[in-house]
Structure formats: C-alpha cells, structure tokens
C-alpha cells in the first residue's frame, strides 16, 4: 500500500500514534512510528529508545529504592551565642542521713534495711553514736515514713553551706530546691521549679558561673556497723549537671568531689536533634506498651499541673515507678507519682532487688528525645585550704584547722566559653532530591521532561476518546439508524402511491409490491394495495 498524501497524513485522528510521535517532546519517538515501512534504521531507532527507557526506568527504582530505606546523616557545628543558659546543679551527700538525727524508732523500723540492725544491737549502735539508748518500755510507733525519716535526719542545705556566689552575687539555700534521689535529700540549683526564672551568663571562665563552698559533716557520717550493699565508704559529695528538662540520675550518673579539694568543672552545651520514624528513632511520648497507666476515676479531675517534657531519664523513671509499683505495691521516695512510699522493710525485701534486676535486665524501653541538651565536662582540682587559709578559715567558721581540711571543699562551676555544639540528625535524601535525579535521569536516557509526561497523558486521553468512547457512540448511532430508517421508507412509499387510486376492479397484485435490502442477514417487504 501507497504511503497517503500530505492531505491523507493531515487528515488523520488525533489518536494516531504517527500524528502524536511528529509532535512528542520524546527523543527518539518521531523516527521509530514515522512515514513508510519497516526499514533497518527504524528498527536501530526503535532499539535505542527501548534501551534508553530500561535505563531510564532501572535508575528510577534504584533511586525509589534508596528513598524507601530512609538514610540519615549527622552533622556536628560549633556555634556562638551572646548568653547561655546555665544549666541545673544537683548535690547530695553521700552519707544519707546524720548519725545524731536518729532515734530508737528510727532504728527499729529501718534500722535492720539500712543499716543491717537486729534488735539486740540497737542500743550499742546507739551508744557508738553517742544517742542514749530507747527507755524502758519503748514502743515503737505504729507506722513509718520514709520520706520523711530522711527529710528529717538527711544534711540539710543550711548547715552544709558555707559561702555561694553565682557570677559573683551572693546566693543561698533559698536558691536550692530539695528533691529526692536514690542517695537521698539532695538540692538542685537553677532548677525552674515552680515557674522560676532560668539563670543565664553573658560570659565564660571561672567566676562567671556557680561557685560553692560546702561542709559535709564528716562527724555526722552513719558508722559502718556491717558490709551492706549500698554502705558508702567515700566522704564528699555527689554533682550532677543536667538541663531542667530531664530528673537528676545522681548516683549513675554524678561525678564526686572530695573535700580539701577545690574542684573547677567546665562545662561546654551539647544540643542533639534527632529524627523521629522512620529516619530514625526519637519520640516525644513513651513507648512502652507494657506499663500504661491507670484510667482516672470517674470523680478524678483533670491535673492542673502540665506534665513535663519527654526525656530520656524521665521516660526511664516512670517506666521504674510503674514496674515497682505493680511488684510491690509501693514507690521509692524518689519516684513520682501517687502510690504510697514503701517502707523500710519494703525497700529491703522488694524495691531494691526489684529496681536493681529491672536494670540488669533493661526491661525500660524507652527511645531517644527529639531534642536533648547535654553538658559535657572537664574536672581538674587544686588542694585547699593552704596553711594560711586554714587559719583564715578556722576563724571564720570556728572550727579547728583540721576539721577545714577534712571537711570543707569548694565547687565551681562554669562554661568554658560561650559557644555551643550542635549535633543534628538529618535526611540524607529528600523528597526534592529524588525528583531532581528523577527529572535528570529522564533527560539524559529520553529527553524527557515534565511536560513530555503531560504530552503522553493527553494522548492517552485521545486515544480513550476515539478508540474506546467512539466504538460505544458507533454501536449506539448504528442501533438507532437500524431501527428509524425501515419505518421512514414505509411511510414514503405509501405517500406516493396515494394519488393513483382509483375505484375501479382490483387486480391482482403480487404478494411483495416492494422489496428493499437493509443488510446481508435480512429482507423486509412492503405491500401496497389499491383501494
């Protein structure tokens, strides 16, 4: 068959496939679906652009691919800020509670949890630290706080202080707020307890910070009557630096300082930013399905309180409050929440050995902040006092110039300088990043552009059009005329026949006066009659 004219070729749908490849964007289709028959170069035309789309393709689900695994990289920068936020200073002693606090009922109670007491050694007990031994006839009371026991006998702020100055101010005990830890009664400074403005610095270096003198009672320390697990053997304090978001962990992670020591901790702010799924792992909510907690009461109302922001050490606290709460139907002082503190028998025989085979375990399961600041820290310490100072002090104090020594440290703490490093997780591949490989691999193996897929959906459109809706719109024409044109013949016949009648005879007439073929399958036949 002849190739049509320039006319023919004009005159084509837009369905044509050879009228859509002269006008595609997309390299290479113009010479495959061309004019004419198959020769050799359209088969080598059609060839390449068959390998070219598979490359195209191949690239596309390598790149989809590597988007699906959700790589993450993480950068790390140095930055510089005018102020900083000083960060919260948590202490304890390391003696619990003062040997001159206690008394026979102390003892009875917790004297066989804490200090491994049996009744028959309370009254030496009391003797070595100089208390007088319970009275004939003593009953114990009939019930027990813990808290309250080491509210009452732990060091308190006011007696340890001796002098405190922030940035060079003067400050005391009314800086401090009182919480309780695992070590105890502690105190927090800068804490932001009860909408209390954060401290801030405008510059770095020792005396720009925290610095503390503190007296830890030596003469006050619990004597050690037997080996018993948590039965401290150093003299000092445990500190721990931590922002006001997360609870102090002081006794995993606080460092010590000794007295006759002067220590200076320089501190430099870490801000770590993480992803959260599938990027990586960060939350703002606990994930531990197996410790959820209980629905409130129909009376409960609504805590006014809003509850603090996600951390890593409080989502670990919690998931510990609830695990020894359930096994033991009671908390430990320095857990939060509702339930009841155990007692000193409960500490013994349930929550020490529950708490402590829950973190050999890790049974918490509990993902990494979304955003988390950290301090990291460089300790370095002088002796202190000298000889001069101790006379100094001595007069001061009024105290002995040994007792300075065995007693007395002092704390500083401040930020090396004012800048800060930045760790932040980020996408390693974003959703703009995929389409701009897309769109080049598209270019480079087709020549194909955003508008080339444009171009090819309206022609499917055309194609749809044309091919699919106009063979149902045919079928449907075609139906209609087969059933109008049959009776439209009928009627004109029988018009013309009309002015010939006559009244005379008839005569015979033949059984078909008309006879017209509509289609090869059927014939119909009209009789005209004369009247």
Known sequence: MKPRSGPEEAQRPASDIRVFASSCTLHG???????????????????????????????????????????????????????????????????????????????????????????????????????LPAPPGFMPSPTFDTARLYARAGHTLDDML???????????????????????????????????????????????????????????????????????????????????????????????????????????????????????????????????P???????????????????????????????????????????????????????????????????????????????TRYAKELSMVRMPSRAAARYLARKYNRTEAYIAENVLVLDIFFEALNYETVEQKKAYEVSELLGDIGGQMGLFIGASLLTILEILDYLCEVFRDRVLGYFWNQRRSQKQSSSNPLQEGLGSHRSQAPHLSLGPRSPTPPCAVTRTLSASHRTCYLVTRL
């Open 162 to 292: 001796l002098d405190c100055r922030y940035r060079g101010q003067p400050c005391g005990p009314e800086n401090f707020t009182v919480i309780f830890t695992r070590l105890g009664q502690c105190y927090t400074f800068n804490s932001g307890a009860d909408g209390e403005e954060l401290l801030t610095t405008p510059k770095g270096g020792a005396g720009n910070g925290l610095e503390i003198m503190l007296d830890v009672q030596q003469d006050e320390y619990l004597p050690v009557w037997k080996d018993m697990e948590e039965t401290p053997f150093e003299v000092g304090v445990r500190v721990q630096i931590h922002s006001q978001e997360e609870p102090p962990i002081i006794d995993q992670l606080g460092f010590g300082a000794a007295p006759g020591y002067q220590t200076f901790v320089s501190c430099q702010q870490q801000q770590l930013s993480f992803l959260p799924p599938p990027w990586g792992d960060c939350s703002s909510a606990s994930l531990d399905p197996e410790f959820e």
């Open 294 to 372: 209980d629905p409130p009461g129909p009376l409960a109302r609504p805590s006014p309180v809003p509850s603090p922001p996600y951390s890593l050490m409080g989502c670990r606290l919690a998931c510990e409050t609830r695990y020894v709460s359930r096994k033991c139907g009671c908390r430990m002082m320095h857990m939060p929440g509702g339930a009841p503190v155990c007692s000193p028998q409960q500490y013994k025989d349930c929550a020490n050995p529950t708490l402590d085979a829950m973190l050999r375990k890790d049974t918490c399961i509990c993902p990494n902040p979304c955003a988390l």
């Open 29 to 131: 289709l113009g010479h495959v679906f061309g004019p004419g028959s198959l020769t050799l170069r359209r088969a080598l035309w059609a060839m390449a652009v068959l390998l070219s789309l598979a490359a195209f393709l191949y690239q596309v689900a390598e790149r989809v691919r590597y988007y699906g695994e959700f790589h993450h990289e993480t950068a790390l920068d140095e930055r510089e800020s005018r102020q900083l936020t000083f960060p919260a200073i948590t202490l304890c002693n390391v003696n619990p509670l003062r040997r001159t606090r206690l008394t026979p009922n102390d003892l009875h109670w917790a004297g066989p949890s804490l200090l491994g007491l049996e009744p028959p050694e309370h009254a030496a007990f009391l003797r070595a630290v100089g208390q």
